[in-house]
């Protein structure tokens, strides 16, 4: 199929592009990478009568470290955060997730704010940005805010930008010396989609874990922080009896309906499965 008729703006500032946004509002979508979207077009799944392409912004690409934070432009691409020496110095949990998002031709296109406004349930980022703490900066014609990734993903494909604001930029907090991270999925083939995945991280003190976080992906229609599994491993070594009772408290934390290849239970038994080798993984 092709995509229905649209009208194309290429933004020269982000100025420009929120000008467009604010004169056409539902009517508008934004392009970054455009590998989803695109898609999404010649399904049809989508109709804009203008793409506002923001692709070639140099103000919203980059990483920049400052004040204990990283701050990762939007439209930098999923390849530029793989090989980042500063993302695998100070955020190495990105570097671990970064290879497991589809392929290097999607990779050295797509956007990391494409994937967070996208919000796709089995998309690696938002969970990694939850584990992180991350806070995003969504700018409108009549001003920025920032909002908590924890507060971000609303629903299915449904986040809390608003219809005339642009995400430009992600901040995380770079976390401290003894903060371990592990990033574990699986996938039918290297590339696809998690069928389940989860982003942890937490403060390793001698083997034993606190300010756990574990962030799941592919198990509902938004990342979930599983607060009790998290509750049950801190304060604890991640040995046998503790992973186990972690493992134990994820029934309260996770529902997972089933998707077009697994049953919940089959995601359920792979959630504990993960956990206990993340778990593993941040002690090791
Ligand atoms: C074959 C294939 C396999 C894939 N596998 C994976 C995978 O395993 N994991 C994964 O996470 N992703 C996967 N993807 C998706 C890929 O990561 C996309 O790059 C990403 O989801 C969207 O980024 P984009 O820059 O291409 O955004 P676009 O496709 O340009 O835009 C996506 C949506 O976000 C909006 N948007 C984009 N940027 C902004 C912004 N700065 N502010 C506000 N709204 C914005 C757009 O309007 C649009 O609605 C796959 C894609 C393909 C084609």
């Avoid at 770079?174 to 403060?203: H, N, Q, T």
């Amino acid at each position: 199929m092709k995509a229905p008729p649209f009208a194309y703006a290429r933004a020269r500032s982000l100025a420009e592009a929120l000008d467009l946004l604010d004169r056409h509002g539902d009517g508008a979508k934004l392009l970054a990478g455009g590998q989803s979207l695109i898609a999404a077009l010649n399904m049809r799944l989508s109709a804009p009568e203008l793409l506002i392409d923001i692709s070639r912004l140099g103000e919203l690409s980059g990483i920049r470290v400052r004040d204990g934070h990283v701050r990762i432009g939007a439209l930098t691409t999923h390849a530029a955060i793989e090989s980042s020496p500063d993302i695998a110095k100070h955020l190495p949990l990105l570097a671990q997730a970064a290879p497991h998002i589809a392929h290097a031709a999607i990779r050295n296109v797509g956007t990391f704010g494409g994937s967070i406004a996208l919000a796709d349930p089995a998309a690696e980022w938002p969970a990694c940005c939850i584990a992180l703490d991350a806070r995003f900066t969504l700018v409108g014609k009549r001003g920025a805010r920032q909002v908590k990734a924890r507060e971000f993903f609303k629903g299915l494909y449904s986040t809390a930008l608003r219809t005339a604001e642009v995400l430009t930029q992600v901040e995380i907090p770079i976390p401290g010396p003894d903060y371990r991270s592990a990033f574990v999925e699986l996938a039918r083939r290297r590339g696809d989609y998690a069928i389940v995945g989860l982003a942890a991280i937490g403060k390793n003190t001698r083997g034993a874990l606190s300010d756990t976080r574990l962030a799941f992906f592919g198990v509902g229609a938004t990342p979930v922080l599983a607060k009790n599994a998290m509750t049950a491993i801190d304060g604890r070594a991640a040995k046998s009896d503790a992973i186990a009772a972690a493992v134990k408290a994820l029934e309260k934390d996770l529902d997972p309906g089933p998707d077009l290849y697994s049953s919940a239970a089959t995601k359920m038994q792979l959630a504990r499965v993960l956990t206990g080798r993340a778990l593993a993984a941040l002690v090791a």
